[in-house]
């Protein structure tokens, strides 16, 4: 009886205590009963396995740390959740930056070594290792510095930890790094920038995720310069299918921004036909990135002097490229001036060193209402200018060699070129009255200007040639040697017409006419030397018309060949656009 009454208080026992346990809804003994209460518990476990200090306790500590204050036991485990979090009251300063961090980080390596170094506060490092922001503390300063040594001091002491850790009841945090050791080495995201680069992100957001790593930390910023560096490695083509890849990966974590965009713009140079890429002229000489190339001599884009002068070079020419193109079609095209213009002066793009765009008050108001002007005009900000004098006239200044060359956009106005080191006018001025006063003062005479170039009919012709006697010739015809003519680039000092261009058709009026014909008086060919000259065009033929009554010595060319009005012009001939043909005027 006793017995039975003793079975029985016990059954109601452990019931009582089963039912505290919300244990009494199944069968007694079965493993699925206990599985959400194991997981309850193992989900409190890893959360307190990477808890984090209280914030405002850490960062009072690490306020602590940079007064130099002494630090108590707990205090020297808080500060390390915030070693690299800038104190507003001391300037933000960060505790990695001093030079008492050292000693702090050796401290810690004592109690590593001993096994009394608190678990949490290696997490509280580890945290403070991955949320270090190169946006607000300069990588190649003390921040930079003491990053590197809490790096260090993390690979050193992470085989300490993982050993005292051992197999049971392991963190999150400590598995994966089990299986990621890499991210505390020098190298940190080697694994993950050929999967970034190839879009595949998965890898990298899990590490991040599992890790604790903030968006802003410098891991992003470290995986987009290995992405580029591995894409940097990559062949021409794949490289420059990368670049917009590459672009989208930096504009969103601009940490190594710059780095990033010196290695981009080097490897695309390096490219054997580099030609000019949108994207990537359009992003890096944004007003929020690189800015204008041609701002770097005024000290405003210093980001420039990161590459060589070759580069520079290159992406300079494609936003001298576009003014050309956006001053032609944008401008120009709205007064029907281009008359071949933008071909014309096309052919010179590899020798112009330097644009600038000059804007009328028109234009400057239509900005409000052309998409197109307003782009145009944010894209120039800095360097642009403006007309004062004619309200609906633009114009357009660049370099060649030596030489400042202003166009108009507006049919009337005559193109000035000027010697660089004697130009009437001020190249920077932030305001132009455009007329004879300043851009245009050369239409007073040949000593204010080195050529003027009327666009009348067939103007492309005579403007080449006026060129070619200031020894600035086609990029095609740069330093190159042609059949029966050898041209040179422009040089620093102006040559003479016949210093310049050397033709096999120019000789010594000594030298007998072949079937004693007779060149014109003032020509500095025979009429042996022209014929040959013409054989060499299909259909082209010599016409004389000279006679004791008058007449002149004619060139009729019906397929109207480039290269023989280029060969004509240099010979003196000039181009009768009534006739369709090319006449030699005596003198």
């Not at 899990?206 to 580029?228: C, K």
């Not at 042609?482 to 620093?492: A, D, F, L, P």
């Not at 003479?496 to 020509?523: M, Y």
């Amino acid at each position: 009886m006793l017995a039975a009454e003793a079975l029985n208080r016990l059954n109601r026992g452990l019931t009582a205590a089963l039912e505290t346990m919300g244990l009494t809804s199944g069968p007694f003994g079965l493993p699925h009963l206990v599985e959400k209460p194991a997981k309850d518990a193992e989900l409190l476990f890893q959360g307190y396995a990477k808890a984090q200090a209280n914030k405002e306790d850490a960062y009072a500590a690490a306020r602590a740390f940079l007064r130099g204050q002494p630090l108590d036991s707990w205090q020297r485990d808080l500060v390390a959740s915030a070693v690299a979090t800038p104190i507003r009251e001391q300037s933000n300063a960060i505790v990695l930056e001093t030079k008492h961090f050292p000693s702090l980080l050796a401290s810690y390596e004592e109690e590593a070594a001993r096994g009394e170094l608190w678990r949490l506060t290696w997490h509280g490092l580890l945290y403070s290792y991955f949320n270090y922001t190169p946006v607000a503390n300069a990588p190649e300063g003390g921040g930079r510095n003491g990053w590197e040594a809490l790096r260090s001091f993390l690979e050193r002491t992470w085989p300490l930890l993982d050993k005292e850790t051992g197999t049971s009841m392991v963190p999150d945090w400590v598995a994966v790094l089990r299986r990621e050791p890499e991210v505390l080495t020098t190298n940190p995201v080697t694994k993950y920038a050929k999967a970034y680069l190839a879009g595949d992100t998965e890898p990298a957001d899990r590490l991040a995720a599992d890790l604790g790593i903030s968006p802003s930390s410098w891991f992003w910023s470290a995986l987009v310069l290995g992405a580029v560096r591995s894409a940097t490695a990559a062949k021409d083509v794949e490289f420059m299918r990368l670049v917009p890849r590459l672009l989208s990966l930096i504009d969103g974590h601009p940490g190594f921004r710059d780095e990033a965009l010196e290695l981009v713009l080097v490897r695309y140079h390096a490219c054997q036909n580099p030609v000019p890429d949108e994207q990537l002229r359009d992003y890096v000489v944004g007003p929020h990135v690189w800015k204008n190339p041609k701002l770097r001599g005024a000290g405003i884009a210093t980001a420039w002097n990161r590459v060589p002068e070759s580069v520079w070079m290159m992406v300079l020419a494609w936003v001298n490229e576009r003014n050309l193109k956006d001053f032609f079609d944008i401008l120009a095209s709205r007064n029907q001036a281009d008359e071949g213009r933008l071909a014309f002066w096309s052919k010179y793009m590899k020798q112009i060193t330097w644009t600038r765009l000059l804007f009328s008050a028109d234009t400057m108001y239509l900005k409000n209402t052309n998409e197109a002007i307003r782009d145009l005009i944010a894209r120039e900000a800095g360097a642009y200018a403006e007309l004062t004098s004619k309200r609906d006239v633009d114009a357009f200044m660049m370099q060649i060699g030596p030489y400042i060359i202003v166009e108009f956009s507006k049919t009337g106005n005559a193109c000035y070129v000027y010697k660089n080191d004697a130009l009437p006018y001020d190249r920077f001025a932030r305001y132009y009255g455009g007329g004879t006063e300043d851009l245009a003062s050369g239409y007073y005479g040949r000593d204010r200007r080195a050529a003027r170039i009327l666009h009348h009919s067939g103007w492309e012709y005579r403007a080449e040639e006026d060129l070619r006697a200031l020894g600035i010739v086609p990029d095609t015809q740069k330093g190159s040697r042609r059949t029966g003519h050898i041209v040179v680039g422009y040089s620093s000092t102006p040559s003479s017409r016949d210093a310049v261009s050397t033709s096999s058709s120019s000789v010594s009026r000594s030298t007998s006419d072949r079937g004693g014909k007779q060149a014109p008086r003032g020509a500095t060919f025979t009429m042996g030397r022209l014929e040959d000259l013409v054989k060499g065009y299909r259909g082209a033929f010599i016409k004389d018309s000279r006679g004791p009554s008058g007449g002149r010595l004619w060139v009729e060319d019906p397929s109207q060949a480039a290269s023989l009005a280029r060969e004509l012009s240099a010979l003196g001939f000039k181009w009768a656009a009534a006739r369709a043909a090319w006449y030699f005027p005596e003198r």
